[in-house]
């Protein structure tokens, strides 16, 4: 049985498709949950295999993103420009320094810029679900 075994092994190229007891000629298809190798999966592809828990058609929840980013958007430009303006007027002995508000300042600003970027984005998709 094993010289069997050996037999077919040397005359037929084995695919990660097949098993080892079937012909060459009978591969079977990829299923949908096996990985698919780099050199297949085009430009962007699939990097690890579905779990089977998510949706095919998983979307996100656009509307919420919009009024999340909406929302924030102001509170995070009001926090660059309060805290700038605190670093600017900040003496040399003050406690906070003038480092660290300048930090927030820039994170804040950071912020902002995330958060309309998010917004044409989402605006962006919304318009291409109405068409």
């Known amino acids: 049985m094993s010289d069997e075994r050996n037999r077919r092994a040397n005359d037929a190229p084995v695919s990660r498709n097949m098993r080892p007891d ?3 000629s009978r591969a079977r298809a990829p299923q949908p949950d096996e990985p698919v190798s780099r050199a297949r999966s085009g430009m962007i592809g699939r990097r690890f295999p579905r779990t089977g828990t998510e949706p095919r058609t998983a979307r996100s929840a656009l509307r919420l993103r919009l009024l999340l980013s909406a929302v924030y958007l102001p509170i995070f430009a009001a926090g660059a420009v309060l805290f700038g303006v605190w670093a600017a007027r900040s003496g040399a002995g003050d406690s906070p ?13 950071a912020l902002v810029l ?4 998010d917004l044409v984005v989402v605006r962006r998709r919304l318009r291409r679900e109405r068409r």
């Open 97 to 109: 320094g003038r480092g660290p508000l300048v930090g927030l300042a820039a994170a804040c600003a």
């Open 22 to 24: 079937e012909p060459a």
């Open 114 to 117: 995330l958060a309309a970027l």
